[in-house]
């Protein structure tokens, strides 16, 4: 199966959990957002718990686990935030 790079980056609880701010991926050439998060998942086991709560954005919009990652997308995990 072909696969491309993506490089995620990463947000407060997210950022802190898998310990740096951006982090390569892989994703199938039809690879999904779901795609993602589970090689991320994968990647990163002890952060599996934070990066399920993630919002994923593509190209600066929230996007659904089935939305495709286009070739050269920014792409973004972001923890809900809470207030105080």
């Known amino acids: 199966m072909s696969t491309r790079k993506v490089e995620v980056r990463l947000f407060a609880a ?15 050439l039809d690879g999904t957002v ?10 990163h086991p ?3 718990p934070v990066l399920r709560t993630c919002r994923v954005a593509v190209d600066l919009e929230f996007a659904a686990p089935g ?7 920014e792409v973004a995990l972001v923890p809900p935030v809470s207030g105080g």
């Open 14 to 28: 997210a950022r802190d959990a898998v310990g740096r701010e951006r982090v390569p991926a892989r994703v199938p």
């Open 67 to 73: 939305d495709e990652i286009p070739e050269g997308a």
């Open 46 to 48: 002890a952060a599996a």
């Open 34 to 43: 779901a795609d993602l998060l589970r090689h991320l998942e994968d990647a």
